[in-house]
T-cell receptor, first 115, second 115 residues
Framework: KAGVTQTPRYLIKTRGQQVTLSCSPI?????VSWYQQTPGQGLQFLFE???????NKGNFPGRFSGRQFSNSRSEMNVSTLELGDSALYLC??????????????FGPGTRLTVL | DQQVKQNSPSLSVQEGRISILNCDYT??????FLWYKKYPAEGPTFLIS?????DKNEDGRFTVFLNKSAKHLSLHIVPSQPGDSAVYFC??????????????FGKGTKLSVIP
C-alpha cells in the first residue's frame, strides 16, 4: 500500500508570494490533516478535511487555506507569505472516524523556506 | 500558553531498560491522547493512544498511562531498544466548540537508547 505523498518536497519562495502544497493520501483514506512544524512552536495543527469539507480548524490566520478534491487529494495554500511561514508542512491521512482517533499516517513533509 | 508540555527535552536510557516519557496538560477538555515517534527527515509515526475514559493502554512494548486528576500522561517503553531512539511527541485532542476538534502537540522529547 503506497504511503502518503507530498509534493514538492522542498520549496523556496519570497515574502509576499503565495504557495500551494499538495498531499495525496493513502488509498481509501477520506481524511487529510495539515500540520506546521517549526523549531520555535513545534508541531501545530492547521486544519482537517473530510469528504471535501473542512471539518476541523486550528488557530492559524486566514492566509492559510486548503481544499480537498473528490479523490481525497488535498492542497494547502498560503497567501502573502511571511518569513515566519518558513517551516516543514506535514500532511496526514486517516480513514476518517472522529478526528484524530483513527490512526493518522504522515507524509514526509514539504520544507518551505521564505526569503 | 502551552496546553501540552513535555518538560524533558531529552532522555538517555540503556538498552534493555525502561524508558519513561512524560507529558503534562492543562486543558481539562482533552479527551483523547496520542503518542507519536519521529525520526529525522521523516513524518511522525503513530505509536499508541488512550481515551480519557481509560487509565492505561498497552501495545506490545509500549504502555500509556493517564492520570486525569494530575493531568499527566506517560509512555513506558519496555525493554528499550536502540531503534527506539527518536523524538517522541505527545498530543491531545479536544472539542474546541460546535463539534470542531483540535489536536495540540507537546514540543517533544528526544530519546536516545544506548547499546
Amino acid at each position: 500500500k503506497a504511503g502518503v505523498t507530498q509534493t514538492p518536497r522542498y520549496l523556496i519562495k519570497t515574502r509576499g508570494q503565495q504557495v500551494t502544497l499538495s498531499c495525496s493520501p493513502i488509498s481509501g483514506h477520506r481524511s487529510v490533516s495539515w500540520y506546521q512544524q517549526t523549531p520555535g512552536q513545534g508541531l501545530q495543527f492547521l486544519f482537517e478535511y473530510f469528504s471535501e469539507t473542512q471539518r476541523n480548524k486550528g488557530n492559524f490566520p486566514g492566509r492559510f487555506s486548503g481544499r480537498q478534491f473528490s479523490n481525497s487529494r488535498s492542497e494547502m495554500n498560503v497567501s502573502t507569505l511571511e518569513l515566519g511561514d518558513s517551516a516543514l508542512y506535514l500532511c496526514a491521512s486517516s480513514r476518517g472516524g472522529r478526528a484524530f482517533t483513527d490512526t493518522q499516517y504522515f507524509g514526509p513533509g514539504t520544507r518551505l523556506t521564505v526569503l | 500558553d502551552q496546553q501540552v508540555k513535555q518538560n524533558s527535552p531529552s532522555l538517555s536510557v540503556q538498552e534493555g531498560r525502561i524508558s519513561i516519557l512524560n507529558c503534562d496538560y492543562t486543558n481539562s477538555m482533552f479527551d483523547y491522547f496520542l503518542w507519536y515517534k519521529k525520526y529525522p527527515a521523516e513524518g511522525p509515526t503513530f505509536l499508541i493512544s488512550i481515551s480519557s475514559i481509560k487509565d492505561k493502554n498497552e501495545d506490545g512494548r509500549f504502555t500509556v498511562f493517564l492520570n486525569k486528576s494530575a493531568k499527566h500522561l506517560s509512555l513506558h517503553i519496555v525493554p528499550s531498544q536502540p531503534g527506539d531512539s527518536a523524538v517522541y511527541f505527545c498530543a491531545a485532542s479536544a472539542d474546541s466548540g460546535a463539534g470542531s476538534y483540535q489536536l495540540t502537540f507537546g514540543k517533544g522529547t528526544k530519546l536516545s537508547v544506548i547499546p
